[in-house]
């Protein structure tokens, strides 16, 4: 009697649940679902591609993962939402340094895809825009220390990352595997092209973040680039402009970063939102160049 009661209140569009050890059902009337809207699976792409690379949609688990992750994006609007207002301060900057260092523009869908462009912190401890590791940063020319972390410098922390995109296209021959090596490692790519006998990201069995990081990579991209055919309208005002900044050199020990700020007519709380590879109160130089950004008058 309890099941086929608790069956009618799902029917129903109530939310019900069971006390431990009750034989009442209790309806939960402000969780009842909304029958009246209707959802629909947004727009399947005809094409798509990776860094000029096609994806192969006629490989029928290659479809259904994009489909899977696709469809699971975009339907997160609101973070959607605030991601397109993001990138139009963070894109120009990680463009221009991809362009630079000769990788395809649409590594920034990588980056997209690693932290929301946000200087994140994950369980594992990877961090900033591109989620370096502790043990990895340093072989990719990222300083760390008590007082620095510049794997939050967007900037350095971009043309880690190119590097590292290189390194793994010369070993893997397309742009695809480079970026899905990214996420499990080239150690890790490369043992299991070697034991499937394949370098094609779309014929290798990964683990199982690897085997959706491309498809996620490639939902943002087909997203951002359709937005407004995908319903996705943003007024420019809304928009999160570029910071306005310009730059002081320093080579030498900053003992107190709050009257460093003062003295260059800013707040300490400037100073770090536009320095976030300042990791403490004070900058020991040890007689390095450090470029700190400021607000422009």
């Not at 922390?157 to 970026?179: E, G, P, Q, V």
């Not at 070697?194 to 990201?201: G, I, L, P, S």
């Not at 290798?204 to 491309?214: A, G, K, Q, R, V």
Request: with cysteine; glycine share 6%.
């Amino acid at each position: 009697m309890i099941k086929l009661t608790k069956l009618f209140y799902i029917l129903t569009g109530l939310i019900i649940y069971l006390p431990a050890r009750s034989n009442t059902i209790h309806a939960a009337p402000y969780f009842i679902i909304d029958t009246t809207k209707h959802w629909t699976l947004p727009t399947f792409p005809k094409s798509l591609s990776f860094a000029g690379e096609n994806v192969p949609f006629e490989k029928q688990d290659v479809k259904e993962y994009f489909d899977l992750n696709y469809t699971q994006i975009y339907y997160q609007t609101g973070g959607l939402l605030n991601l397109m207002k993001q990138s139009a301060r963070w894109f120009p900057l990680i463009e221009e340094r991809l362009r630079a260092k000769g990788i395809p523009d649409d590594f920034k869908y990588v980056c997209v895809a690693e932290s929301t462009l946000q200087n994140l912190i994950s369980k594992s401890g990877a961090t900033g825009f591109w989620q370096f590791m502790s043990f990895t940063a340093p072989g990719y020319g990222l300083q760390m220390n008590s007082s620095v972390d510049e794997r939050y410098n967007v900037l350095k922390s971009t043309d880690a990352a190119c590097a590292y995109f290189k390194t793994a296209y010369h070993k893997f021959s397309t742009w695809t595997a480079a970026a899905a090596s990214f996420n499990c490692g080239m150690g890790k790519y490369n043992e299991e092209a070697t034991f499937q006998q394949t370098k094609n990201y779309y014929n290798l069995y990964l683990p199982e973040e690897t085997n959706n990081y491309i498809y996620r990579i490639l939902s943002f991209k087909y997203i951002f680039e359709n937005a407004k055919t995908l319903g996705f309208e943003i007024e420019n005002e809304r928009l999160f402009a570029p910071h306005n900044t310009k730059i002081l050199r320093v080579n030498y020990s900053i003992n107190n970063l709050a009257q460093f700020a003062l003295n260059n007519g800013t707040t300490y709380k400037v100073l770090r939102i536009l320095n976030p590879w300042l990791r403490g109160k004070s900058l020991i130089t040890g007689g390095k160049t450090y470029e700190i950004l400021l607000p422009a008058l």
